[in-house]
């Protein structure tokens, strides 16, 4: 069994190491976190080289809000696509919970009568399942 004076003479070296090291990181980022407050003090911005921003909102290479472009308003929806939108999650509704071959045959359906027969198919072949 090894001697305990020997093992803390072999920890000492590191714990002091580790101290050390650990004392410095922790100097370095006060200095950081002091250079970003006075650089946004002086209104010298955030993006310098080395200068940490703590609890900035934006990423970098993110325009600020008052620079962003715009949203681009889309089209106005045709009556179609609500409805088709609707028949798709009915579909898609009946799916769940079916075994695999069933889903398969609802999809075949699908493709070849269209998403009404489709429905009805999965509707029927859940009620089959269910009783």
Do not use: H, W
């Amino acid at each position: 069994m090894p001697c305990l004076r020997s093992i803390a003479t072999d920890i000492r070296p590191l714990v002091e190491r580790f101290a050390n090291e650990l004392t410095t990181l922790i100097q370095r980022l006060a200095q950081e976190q002091a250079r970003a407050a006075v650089l946004r003090a002086l209104g010298v911005g955030g993006g310098c080289a080395g200068a940490v921003t703590y609890g900035a909102r934006r990423g970098p290479g993110r325009l600020p809000k008052a620079a962003a472009v715009p949203k681009r308003r889309s089209a106005p929806a045709s009556p179609v696509q609500p409805r088709a939108r609707k028949l798709q999650g009915q579909c898609m509704r009946g799916l769940r919970g079916m075994t695999k071959m069933d889903q398969g045959q609802v999809k075949k359906m699908r493709a070849a009568k269209g998403i009404e027969a489709a429905i009805e198919l999965a509707r029927k072949l859940k009620a089959k399942a269910a009783a």
